[in-house]
């Protein structure tokens, strides 16, 4: 309340811009955050954010990403650094989110945030895919799930996951730009395209993901795997944990941008929506696969994936001889 009334005085000050461009356009005298309306020339965001919540966040995402890194060195599992990224960035996210909340009006808080935001989860989907992957080779006795092998499994969507990011990283790039409404619009529509074509995705793999459970069970139910790791059922369902919680992450996102850009969008208007059905399903992930490491299922050399081989001709006296480099990816 007392943040309400110190903008009071911003409010009141507000003058009609000259602009032809928008004749409408209001530039308000921000307060001592740098706070403006909305609807303000100079409004960098939609709405008032709290600073106490973005360090929390901030913190915990921080919390996370060094738990993930200690994981993965302590349990020598290399592939980790993808999830150690989608940490990573969501910790910058928050802090430039916090440094933004007493800066409203330095824009390349909230254009670098928003983007760090957006793409964030694209690093934590991506992983399961990749640790999925590597259970199919390691649990399954032909190594392969509904026909497909387990490296061209994670090839394929891993590589969908890529070009997700991109299309994300596009409209993301353009959505940023708050003065410019039509790039934001034309933004807007990209990242839903990305955003509803990620989705498809996951739901895919979602089904793989059950088939491949309901094979593991009948094979170690029938003795055909023998798999005495007690965390393996766990993994399975956390995996399903995080699964469900990017499938709500996205609807909500679809929801959100469906709406709109503008400052009428009332989801842009509220920071909690952000945090509660964005971020905090992203830091329940996180913690689930700190809780259940991958690597605590995966210590055998046998899941790792192996690389493409890169043949090398070298010369021996008349004739040439094709040399495969040892695969490199653990």
């Not at 996951?161 to 353009?174: P, S, V």
């Amino acid at each position: 309340m007392s943040t309400l009334l110190q903008t009071t005085p911003a409010l009141l000050k507000a003058t009609l811009t000259s602009s032809t461009a928008n004749p409408t356009c209001t530039t308000a005298v921000p307060d001592e955050n740098g706070y403006v309306p909305p609807d303000a020339c100079n409004a960098n965001y939609g709405f008032y954010p709290r600073w106490e919540d973005n360090v929390a966040f901030a913190i915990a995402f921080g919390l996370a990403t060094m738990a993930h890194l200690t994981q993965a060195v302590v349990l020598k599992k290399p592939f980790c650094w993808v999830i150690i990224m989608g940490a990573l960035w969501e910790c910058l996210c928050f802090t430039l989110r916090a440094l933004g909340a007493r800066d409203q009006q330095e824009s390349i808080y909230v254009t670098l945030s928003t983007l760090l935001f957006l793409l964030a989860p694209l690093w934590i989907n991506a992983f399961v895919y990749m640790v999925v992957a590597r259970l199919i080779k390691l649990l399954q006795p032909q190594k392969r799930a509904v026909g497909i092998p387990a490296q061209w499994l994670a090839k394929g969507f891993v590589s969908a996951d890529i070009i997700c990011f991109i299309i994300q990283a596009a409209g993301g790039g353009l959505m940023a730009d708050q003065h410019n409404t039509e790039a934001s619009e034309t933004g807007r529509r990209v990242y839903m395209a990305g955003v509803g074509a990620q989705l498809a995705c996951v739901m895919v793999f979602l089904v793989f993901n059950v088939m491949f459970h309901r094979d593991l069970m009948n094979h170690m139910r029938t003795g055909k795997v023998e798999n005495r790791n007690r965390w393996t059922k766990p993994l399975m369902w956390a995996i399903y944990i995080v699964l469900v919680l990017i499938v709500g992450r996205i609807i909500f996102r679809l929801i959100e941008f469906s709406q709109g850009v503008s400052s009428s969008n009332t989801i842009l208007r509220h920071e909690e929506f952000q945090l509660y059905l964005d971020a905090l399903p992203m830091l329940i992930a996180l913690v689930a696969l700190n809780l259940v490491h991958p690597g605590l299922v995966l210590e055998a050399s046998e899941c790792s994936l192996p690389s493409a081989k890169i043949k090398r001709w070298r010369f021996r006296g008349a004739a040439f001889e094709p040399l495969a480099l040892a695969s490199f990816e653990r």
